[in-house]
């Protein structure tokens, strides 16, 4: 079975300085990796992905994530925080042999950006 | 032109009564989920189905039974409501029936049950 573990339930970080969450997963093969993030209201969005390649991908407003297969993470990164990046954001996996066409979430981790 | 909708956004509703969630996509998607979003924001995955063809199928009881007239619609129909319905359920779809592409969210249907 694949799992997702973000550990944080909130990140608090000051506007300007770089906000990291975390995320590890597992799974049985190979990690399909995404980020999403959700804001009040409103549906998931897409961030971005790790599917193969180069470890250190490049998404949606600035946000990127790198994949570290030793350590089975696969943490978001942003170098300056904004206050509209408030959000609860959303790690996620699927494999080809997880489950087939399912994509498993994490619980969530809700940053909170301060002025 | 929204990409993925859902009706209604809103709903309010006794134990017991019989309701349905409509979703469609214009992407041209293959695929297309139901996701249950609980009060501490968990998601969890309900139903896939890939053209028409149910292919996820989690433990959901009986009550809730998916219909997918062609590939561009899903809709979610639920019997008997239960307090513990109460949920904000996601339509969502993607490309193909591969696991590398991104889904695609509506913006939620917020079912009350009272």
């Known amino acids: 079975a694949q799992s997702v573990a973000q550990p944080e339930d909130q990140v608090n970080v000051a506007e300007g300085n770089p906000l990291t969450v975390k995320c590890t997963y597992s799974?049985?093969?190979?990690?399909?990796l995404f980020w999403y993030v959700q804001y009040p209201n409103r549906g998931l969005q897409f961030l971005l992905k790790y599917i193969t390649g180069d470890n250190l991908v490049k998404g949606s407003y600035g946000f990127e994530a790198e994949f570290n297969k030793s350590q089975t993470s696969f943490h978001l990164k942003k170098p300056s925080a904004l206050v509209s990046d408030s959000a609860l954001y959303f790690c996620a996996v699927s494999s080809l042999t997880g489950g087939g066409n399912k994509l498993t979430f994490g619980t969530g981790t809700q940053l909170k950006v301060e002025l | 032109d929204t990409a993925v909708s859902q009706t209604p956004k809103y709903l309010v509703t006794q134990m017991g009564n019989d309701k349905s969630i409509k979703c469609e996509q214009n992407l041209g998607h293959d695929t297309m989920y139901w996701y249950k979003q609980d009060s501490k924001k968990f998601l969890k995955i309900m139903f896939s189905y890939n053209n028409k063809e149910l292919i996820i199928n989690e433990t959901v009881p009986n009550r809730f039974s998916p219909k997918s007239p062609d590939k561009a619609h899903l809709n979610l129909h639920i019997n008997s409501l239960e307090l513990g319905d109460s949920a904000v359920y996601f339509c969502?779809?993607?490309?193909?029936?591969?696991?590398?592409?991104?889904?695609?969210f509506g913006e939620g249907s917020r079912l009350t049950v009272l």
């Open positions: 969502a779809s993607r490309q193909g029936n591969f696991n590398t592409g991104e889904l695609f």
């Open positions: 799974v049985s093969g190979n990690p399909y």
